[in-house]
């Protein structure tokens, strides 16, 4: 085997690692949207719950404050 067999060879593995780690980063980012997706959805249907306790929350929060206030 030559020098420049050896390169070729050297080029064409650092190509398929180059190949593999490309679609390594497609998958992954594909499953991070997915994720994000299905987080989505999950605060689409139980967000308006969710906000609505957190609001809840803030304004007895507000009250309180306010009635230590007018004491």
């Not at 780690?21 to 719950?49: F, L, P, T, V, W």
């Amino acid at each position: 085997m030559g020098i420049a067999d050896q390169f070729k060879d050297k080029a064409q593995d650092l190509a398929d690692q180059a190949k593999q780690k490309a679609g390594q980063g497609k998958d992954e980012a594909q499953e991070r949207s997915s994720k994000g997706r299905d987080r989505n959805r999950d605060q689409q249907q139980h967000g308006s719950d969710a906000s609505t306790g957190l609001r809840d929350r803030a304004q007895d929060a507000t009250d309180q404050a306010r009635e230590r206030f007018d004491r």
